[in-house]
């Protein structure tokens, strides 16, 4: 195979080749030239930096060869993810890379005209655009890296609507599907290459599928931590490239049989994958297997799209009542967002966001409110069930579907669902199985046992300010389809 990747930069193509690309790869030879000739592309990928590599690398191409300035724009979660990826083509092209959270470092790059690629999130993006610090009209090329999940339409909207019109575009997604609006309105004639979309229902779908949600940071950490609680005799760590090779060996080296691939199908009962697989991956991999996902954030509506019968791997105990604790925090938290006026609120806060990161000020407020906070009243909690029968999506035990009265068209999410059952009806979130959540109701998964008990308790109960009917799911009706009752 030639040396000379498409006229790309040895620079950026030896850092593809080192781990573990090359040229002779589909991915490779659909996605890198279009992007390093600075042509508009829309690729598909799975939500994991390590997988999007190739286009990575041609936007490094492209931006070394004209000097410009690229914006990528990502989940907040993601911005670390993305930039810990880039760093290596940036050193080999001498690119400056510079990632931001907040506004302040990058208002300073930028005014100093010191960085050549910026990482960031749509909201910091639009903040110092009104700022007029971003400077768009020296922006030569925008990827928005993965949009599919985002609460930024605003904000992309106003970006690119200001991008100068020759700037070249660039969409990363792991469902093409759900970016259809956004292409038509901003992508025209731009190449669409990658995998295929993520379909209702794999020709393949794997034997088992589990899920473990870590941080981006910590997912050789959650290997461990996936030995400790699965003790397998044979372990292979799929990953999209060999870019973590090394943590991942230190990581397992107690299990002598354990096998790293890296874009391919090992011979192993179990596969864990380090990085999410495109929904063929997964196909693939899961044929007599068991596999297990690593979740980090900003990827879980993707993981539940790719394998929506999967189940998490819990931990037990304290860690789990913390968790649950904190979701519920959460909640709260987002309704006083979304039902208070608080603008008071930000005035007197205003001043604290020219000099510390927001981030850093949510906390502290939180961490002031928490220490004001009195002790919260134990809740009811269901009696545990002794009773074993088919294994089922709750730890073992047999299960029955109620079927709630609130849905998406009520704005409801599962996670109002789950803080409802636990902070309210008092479940554990062990006790909770699957969640549909449909246009007008959802469906929920509880211990069998107390199904009737968890739907008298739900009756009454509030979601999004709407009054709540539960009862058993006993299936569908004589009606085709299963009718439902009607809404009140």
């Known amino acids: ?51 999007a590599m190739p286009a990575l690398g041609g936007i490094a191409a492209a931006i070394a060869a004209s000097k410009g ?52 999130s749509p909201a910091v993006a639009l903040g110092l655009h009104t700022r007029s610090a971003l400077g768009i009209d020296r922006i030569t090329a925008v990827a928005l890296a993965w949009p599919e999940d985002w609460d930024a339409e605003e904000a992309t909207t106003v970006l690119l609507g200001e991008l100068a019109r020759d700037a070249q575009r660039i969409l990363l997604t792991g469902d093409l599907i759900r970016v259809t609006r956004l292409v ?62 090394d943590d991942i060996a230190a990581a397992t080296i107690e299990l002598a049989d354990t096998r790293i691939v890296t874009r391919a199908v090992p011979e192993s009962p179990l596969v864990v994958c380090y990085d999410l697989p495109s929904p063929g991956q997964l196909a693939a991999l899961g044929a007599a297997r068991d596999v297990v996902l690593l979740v980090p954030p900003g990827t879980e509506r993707y993981a539940h ?38 603008t008071a609120a ?4 205003a001043p604290l966001f020219d000099r510390y990161d927001p981030q850093a000020i949510a906390a502290a407020c939180f961490a002031l409110w928490r220490r004001d906070q009195p002790a919260s009243v134990a809740p009811v909690t269901i009696e545990p069930i ?8 709750v730890g073992g035990i047999a299960t029955a579907r109620l079927w709630v009265g609130v849905g998406r068209r009520d704005d409801a999410t599962i996670g109002d669902l789950v803080a409802v059952l636990i902070k309210e009806v008092g479940l554990t979130r062990e006790a ?19 199904a009737e008990r968890i739907a008298r308790a739900l ?29 009140r």
């Open 386 to 393: 002794a009773t074993e029968t088919a294994r089922t999506p």
């Open 69 to 120: 300035r690229a914006l990528i724009l990502t989940a907040p979660a993601m911005v670390a993810p993305v930039a810990h990826v880039l760093a290596d083509l940036c050193r080999a092209a001498n690119l400056r890379l510079v990632s931001a959270t907040g506004p302040a470092r990058a208002t300073r790059h930028l005014t100093a005209d010191t960085v050549d690629i910026l990482v960031t």
């Open 305 to 342: 799209r790719l394998a929506p019968g999967s189940h998490p791997i819990r931990e037990s105990g304290l860690v789990d009542r913390l968790r649950d604790r904190d979701a519920v925090l959460r909640l709260e938290i987002a309704e006083a967002i979304k039902d208070r006026d608080l």
């Open 459 to 487: 009756n009454g109960l509030t979601i999004r300010r709407r009054k709540l009917v539960a009862r058993v799911d006993r299936g569908p009706s004589a009606k085709p389809g299963g009718a439902r009752p009607p809404r």
């Open 432 to 450: 909770i199985g699957r969640i549909e959540l449909r246009e007008t109701f959802s469906l929920v998964e509880v211990p069998a046992a107390d």
């Open 346 to 349: 930000s005035y007197a806060l």
């Open 1 to 51: 195979m030639s040396d000379d990747w498409w006229g790309v930069t040895p620079a950026v193509s030896g850092v593809l080749g080192a781990r573990g690309w090359t040229q002779g790869d589909d991915f490779v030879r659909q996605v890198l030239p279009a992007i390093a000739r600075h042509g508009n592309a829309v690729v598909a990928a799975p939500p994991s930096p390590a997988a």
């Open 184 to 245: 038509e309105r901003h992508f025209h004639r731009a190449l669409v290459v990658g995998f295929p979309a993520i379909t209702e229902a794999p020709e393949a779908p794997p034997r088992s599928v589990r899920t473990l949600p870590t941080p981006w940071a910590s997912r050789a950490q959650a290997l461990v931590t996936l030995l400790e609680a699965l003790d397998p005799t044979s372990l292979a760590v799929w990953t999209a490239d060999e870019g973590d090779h």
